[in-house]
């Protein structure tokens, strides 16, 4: 099975030519070749395609070795080069390695040729594949460090025992520092920790160290340039050699302080919102998508429940049965996005005594806006029930008795005009009660009386007797 090779041959001779691709052949390749003698030529076949080899020829009449590599370079080819010549000086040849060729065969002893191209042919192999692993590795160095720059993550590399440790440029920016402020020495960090969490730190490694884990991770403060103390998440990779003793300690940090601002705001806003809940005399509570309690506040004691019982249980459970279609009325409504506001149930206590509730309650959505639930609040009107039912009876019987007295009976406002008048006041001013209603006092009242009694309207009004 013969070997495709693209060679282009640098030589003046034709039959030289012949010879040097007769000998290509019988080693077992088939050659697609180009002869050129001149430096225009070489420059435009060095343009048209790449190829696999070059062969040269020293001197030739327009042209020769040390200027063809010349040239040859300024294309950068990386096809080997093989000065194929007669007999020259040691000198020469040593010139044309030099200039970037690989060997040199001469033509009374072409039977060398082959070997040559198959050594060089494998060095340019193994040279491509170590140019592709170094850019590869360069491109994924790359790839490293802009990752690490857009996480600003901190790097750190320490060899134990040692004082000496490697912090990355952004290991020192998370702390105000420039890359040149701060040393690669172990004490850079230890001074910098906060004393609160030394010996805290120094446990979790020990313990790391002793108990054979792969993994420390901690959090801790390190003092920022400007003073301030900064939150750091550290997570390391330890390495141990052979007798399993560590040896190196790769790490990454990370300021959380932001994270731990918020974390401490949300814990104090949990707080509050915990207090006022539990300390709130209206129950507040919320359901799932299909009615099951999910929270319920301390109030719900006044029914004569401990709160954790209710949880999980459904919301109807805890209404009269003449309440349930109206109350999934209220439900589905809720589950379509309304606000339901001012819905009076009926709900019974733990003895079975019904108490009236006026609640309020909103859905609750998802990061998508999809309803999940509800939450609200209620409100006992048991009690502001029964006293308004009171208060209209005691009302209607006030009423009654003064429509049937026979005195004359009006009541007024601030202004001294009437809002209200029972019959007898009718009959004795000859007005109808529409008549009577808003009209001032002092229209039924005789001229020269007017002033008295607007004396006295005033001291009633600042409360006088």
Known sequence: MVTPLRILLVEDAEDDGELILREVRRGGYDPVWKRVETEPELRAALTEAPWDLITCDWVMPRFNA?????????????????????????????????????????????????????????????????LRAEEALRASQQRLQLAVEASNTGLWDWFPYSTTIYFSRQWKAQLGYEEHEVANDIEEWWSRLHPEDHARVLATATACLENQTGIWETEYRL?????????????????????????????????????????????????????????????IWSVDAVGRITFVSAAVRRLGQQPEKFVGLPFSDFRSPEEATRQRRAFER???????????????????????????????????????????????????????????ASKARLEKYIDRVSDMIVTVDGSGRITSANPIACQLTGYASEELLGAPIWKFVAPEMRADIESQFRRILEGER
Not at 105 to 112: D, E, F, P, Q
Not at 258 to 266: D, G, H, N, S
Not at 340 to 357: F, I, R, S
Request: include cysteine.
């Open 66 to 130: 040390p200027a063809a590599l010349s040239v040859i370079r300024d294309h950068s080819v990386d096809a080997p080069i093989v000065i194929v010549s007669g007999e020259v000086g040691e000198e020469f040849a040593v010139k044309a390695l030099k200039g970037g060729a690989c060997d040199f065969v001469s033509k009374r002893r072409l039977a060398r040729l082959v070997s040559v191209i198959e050594r060089e042919l494998r060095d340019a192999s193994a040279r491509r594949a170590l």
């Open 223 to 283: 003092r920022h340039k400007d003073g301030t103390y900064r939150w750091i998440a550290s997570r390391a990779t330890l390495l141990r050699d052979d007798t399993g003793e560590v040896c190196r300690i790769l790490g990454a940090h990370f300021d959380v302080t932001k994270l731990k601002q918020t974390q401490e705001a949300l814990r104090a806003s949990e707080q509050r919102y915990r207090s006022i809940v539990e300390t709130s005399h209206d129950l």
């Open 334 to 392: 809720l589950m379509a996005g309304e606000t339901v506001l001012d819905y009076e149930v009926e709900v019974v206590t733990k003895d079975g005594t019904p108490a009236l509730y006026s609640f309020n309650a909103t859905p609750l959505l998802d990061n998508f806006g999809n309803v999940i639930g509800a939450t609200g609040t209620a409100v006992d009107m048991t009690e502001r029930k029964r006293v308004e039912t009171e208060l209209r």
